[in-house]
């Protein structure tokens, strides 16, 4: 201990000597020339966790490709009007010369200071002034114009998905709807009818296994506090597989499902694991969109150049991967953390190993992606890192897979796995292309998989099947009202719209 504390206290006593320059191997950013951009910019972009990006650029112009270190930017999120703003701030270091910069905020305040610093000097256009009725996530203050919400959030004009999902259905009857539906499935499976009325929730559900309804309730709680819906009535699937697999359009029943297939007609949204963690960003969950780019591993270089995987065993083709792995263990370190579905049997599958903490997964240059019980959820963390993803070919997907590009943003794998081998050693011989898609799906993921990009999925998906309904949304009987938390602690006043309920 003595030797490496002594060092670093000569380090930093040098440091007060030195001119700073001398000491950094690359220069100091400039405050003047580094870039700042983002929704958390912007007054009206309300998300349960705002943010906002820093690109570090040096005097010339060039900008930074690693870290100019963890603690080179300081970020102030200040309401003028309150001395004690209740803000939590976190800057997270991409090390790649870009920082993501978080807030969530427990109360609404009117207008908002942002100052981005550097060695105390204010970094580009900083302070970031966010004027008027700044909102946080659990006021109740929905936006009534749909279209200027969607401008607020820059949400992209379409989704190809939503279009493919909703084309099979000319026309949506929702009286049929309500009779039929629980008729084929209510019994066997866990639905729930939801009826959106005056931007209010109701909701009946079908089966016993209805837990997961809280997802569902949550976000569109969270969406109609920030923005006005369209009456809609639907049917969300809760089970794991989708549902509808008839093929004559004017008998299909439109079923909202967070997993889609080839097989099967079922209108996919964002699954709820994804949606969950938008929301629970700096509260419930650890692992985010946001928390796993601060938490990328080391640099490429560094990385370990073996495939990886850890999971359960839920699909015939996991244990394929776990025996293929004790066979080739220079090639590939795969292992389960729980046997669950398939008989235990150590001496083909064994031995089960310790979990993975899912940000260590990155020590390794290449994911291995396989589905689950249907497709895996993991996918959009395993993009956002800087590992390479071999994703296995498959009937399921998830909302934004229609998106992706096989070798442009992941390296394909035969649903059987039959070529895993020989991909894993073409990603080896062919570092370079294998660092590309690794990077074009990072950015893939930071794009089109960030909570701004969750909020206008599912609003433009509500919108387009609400144009398809041909009878009128209904508080049906036997549905019951989910009601907004009540945030009594730090209760907000809405400025948007005239009259609005007490406070
Ligand atoms: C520098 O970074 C910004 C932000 O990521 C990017 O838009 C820009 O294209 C980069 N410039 C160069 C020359 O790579
Ligand atoms: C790379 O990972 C494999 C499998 O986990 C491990 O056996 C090997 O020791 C690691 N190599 C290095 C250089 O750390
Ligand atoms: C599923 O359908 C898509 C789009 O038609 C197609 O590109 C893909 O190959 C199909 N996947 C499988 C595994 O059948």
């Known amino acids: 201990m003595p030797r490496?504390?002594?060092?670093?206290?000569?380090?930093?006593?040098?440091?007060?000597?030195?001119?700073?320059?001398?000491?950094?191997?690359?220069?100091?950013?400039?405050?003047?020339?580094?870039?700042?951009?983002?929704?958390?910019?912007?007054?009206?972009?309300?998300?349960?966790?705002?943010?906002?990006?820093?690109?570090?650029?040096?005097?010339?112009?060039?900008?930074?490709?690693?870290?100019?270190?963890?603690?080179?930017?300081?970020?102030?999120?200040?309401?003028?009007?309150?001395?004690?703003?209740?803000?939590?701030?976190?800057?997270?270091?991409?090390?790649?010369?870009?920082f993501l910069v978080r807030y969530r905020m427990y109360a609404s305040y009117t207008d908002l200071n942002i100052h981005v610093l550097l060695r105390n000097k204010p970094v580009a256009k900083s302070p970031y002034i966010l004027t008027g009725s700044v909102y946080h996530e659990s006021c109740d203050c929905p936006e009534s114009n749909g279209a200027?919400?969607?401008?607020?959030?820059?949400?992209?004009?379409?989704?190809?998905?939503?279009?493919?999902?909703?084309?099979?259905?000319?026309?949506?009857?929702?009286?049929?709807?309500?009779?039929?539906?629980?008729?084929?499935?209510?019994?066997?499976?866990?639905?729930?009818?939801?009826?959106?009325?005056?931007n209010q929730v109701y909701i009946k559900t079908y089966g016993?296994?209805?837990?997961?309804?809280?997802?569902?309730?949550?976000?569109?709680?969270?969406?109609?506090?920030?923005?006005?819906?369209?009456?809609?009535?639907?049917?969300?699937?809760?089970?794991?597989?989708?549902?509808?697999?008839?093929?004559?359009?004017?008998?299909?029943?439109p079923i909202f499902s967070w997993c889609g297939s080839n097989d099967t007609r079922d209108i996919v949204m964002p699954t709820y694991d994804l949606t969950e963690s938008v929301l629970e960003t700096m509260g419930r969950v650890s692992l985010d969109m946001m928390s796993v780019q601060g938490n990328t591993g080391p640099p490429w270089a560094e990385k370990n150049s073996t495939g990886f995987w850890r999971g359960r065993d839920s699909r015939r083709e996991r244990l394929e991967l776990v025996k293929?792995?004790?066979?080739?263990?220079?090639?590939?370190?795969?292992?389960?953390?729980?046997?669950?579905?398939?008989?235990?049997?150590?001496?083909?599958?064994?031995?089960?190993?310790?979990?993975?903490?899912?940000?260590?997964?990155?020590?390794?240059?290449?994911?291995?992606?396989?589905?689950?019980?249907?497709?895996?959820?993991?996918?959009?963390?395993?993009?956002?890192?800087?590992?390479?993803?071999?994703?296995?070919?498959?009937?399921?997907?998830?909302?934004?897979?229609?998106?992706?590009?096989?070798?442009?943003?992941?390296?394909?794998?035969?649903?059987?796995?039959?070529?895993?081998?020989?991909?894993?050693?073409?990603?080896?011989d062919h570092d370079e292309e294998a660092l590309e898609i690794a990077r074009a799906g990072q950015m893939f993921a930071r794009t089109h998989l960030m909570g701004d990009s969750i909020f206008c999925y599912y609003f433009k998906l509500f919108q387009e099947y609400a144009k398809l309904q041909v009878t009128e949304p209904k508080v049906r009987v036997g549905m019951e009202r989910v009601e907004q938390p009540k945030d009594d602690l730090f209760p907000c006043y809405c400025h948007r719209t005239k009259v609005k309920d007490e406070l």
């Open 148 to 198: 200027l919400w969607e401008k607020y959030m820059r949400c992209p004009s379409s989704f190809a998905q939503i279009q493919h999902d909703l084309s099979v259905f000319t026309r949506v009857d929702l009286d049929r709807n309500a009779e039929e539906i629980p008729v084929r499935f209510g019994q066997r499976q866990s639905l729930c009818h939801y009826t959106i009325k005056n």
């Open 4 to 98: 490496r504390a002594l060092l670093g206290h000569l380090l930093r006593l040098a440091a007060l000597w030195l001119p700073a320059p001398a000491l950094c191997a690359s220069p100091a950013p400039s405050p003047s020339r580094t870039l700042v951009w983002g929704l958390g910019l912007e007054t009206h972009a309300v998300l349960p966790v705002r943010f906002f990006f820093i690109q570090a650029v040096d005097k010339a112009g060039v900008n930074f490709t690693t870290s100019p270190g963890e603690n080179t930017f300081e970020v102030k999120v200040v309401s003028p009007s309150e001395p004690f703003s209740r803000i939590w701030v976190q800057l997270l270091d991409r090390h790649d010369g870009s």
């Open 324 to 428: 293929m792995a004790r066979a080739n263990p220079t090639l590939m370190d795969a292992a389960f953390t729980n046997f669950f579905f398939f008989k235990h049997d150590e001496s083909l599958y064994g031995p089960l190993v310790k979990h993975v903490s899912f940000f260590d997964f990155f020590k390794y240059k290449y994911q291995i992606n396989v589905d689950g019980t249907v497709a895996a959820y993991r996918l959009p963390y395993l993009l956002a890192g800087d590992s390479v993803v071999l994703k296995q070919e498959s009937i399921y997907y998830e909302h934004f897979y229609a998106a992706l590009q096989p070798w442009v943003h992941y390296i394909p794998l035969k649903a059987d796995l039959s070529d895993l081998l020989e991909k894993i050693q073409w990603a080896k």
């Open 208 to 253: 016993e296994h209805v837990g997961f309804r809280i997802f569902m309730d949550a976000f569109l709680l969270s969406l109609t506090r920030k923005v006005t819906l369209p009456d809609i009535e639907f049917f969300v699937n809760l089970g794991d597989w989708p549902l509808e697999k008839r093929r004559a359009p004017g008998k299909l029943h």
